[in-house]
């Protein structure tokens, strides 16, 4: 099942500090990120995705819309 793009009020309300819009994001990021962070013996570093979860969420804080 395909996911539904992220429309731009709740980009806004992100880089605005809201906690659910930001919630919304890093959920429809979740599984990208964790493609990225899987290895193909060790499976998914969990370590490196909540770096991952922790530079896109400071992203978000510094954009500017």
Known sequence: MAKTKIDYDTVVAATSGDALAAGAVLDYF???????????????????????????LRAMLRFKP
Request: hydrophobic content about 40%; overall charge neutral.
């Open 30 to 56: 979740n599984d990208f990120m964790g493609g990225l962070c899987t290895g193909f013996y060790t499976g998914i570093d969990l370590s490196m995705k909540s770096f991952m979860q922790a530079k896109l």
